[in-house]
């Protein structure tokens, strides 16, 4: 047996990331059951984007780097109304709504082709800005 071999065989034993997989993936202090089912939960969300289209709510916990996908909110309210992206700033508006990125999965896995997730039903699109989850305590409307 190799040593890289070895080290991932007993970060397995151990219930650790072995550190090749941390060197190629996002940040986590989650031991290694928890941290493999956090990057099937950010793959079924990904994959779920690409085959429905944009979601209602963005797990913003599930992004490998979320500064980017708020910057590129940004970039769109700036393009939309021809503004300085420099002289925006983000406002929270915290809702009394709560999701789990593991209940949105298993409701995803029932959905039928063309129907809506009842927990999206509950929810405005926003005119401007996006809905997030993943923020604890609850979830955010980040509007521009």
Do not use: C
């Not at 099937?40 to 709510?57: A, K, M, N, T, V």
Request: hydrophobic share 45%.
């Amino acid at each position: 047996m190799s040593d890289s071999l070895e080290l991932i065989y007993t970060a397995f034993l151990n219930n650790q990331v072995p550190t090749e997989w941390e060197n190629a993936a996002y940040p986590s202090l989650k031991p290694l059951a928890s941290w493999v089912q956090d990057l099937i939960l950010r793959l079924d969300f990904i994959y779920q984007w690409i085959l429905r289209g944009i979601p209602r709510s963005f797990w913003i916990s599930g992004f490998f780097f979320p500064q980017g996908f708020l910057t590129g909110t940004l970039q769109n309210h700036a393009r939309k109304y021809n503004l300085p992206i420099d002289h925006l700033t983000f406002e929270f508006h915290p809702l009394k709504h709560f999701r789990q990125q593991a209940d949105v999965q298993k409701a995803m896995a029932e959905l039928k082709f063309g129907e809506e997730l009842e927990m999206d039903k509950e929810l405005e699109k926003p005119e401007d800005g996006v809905i997030v989850h993943g923020v604890f305590p609850r979830w955010l409307q980040v509007g521009l």
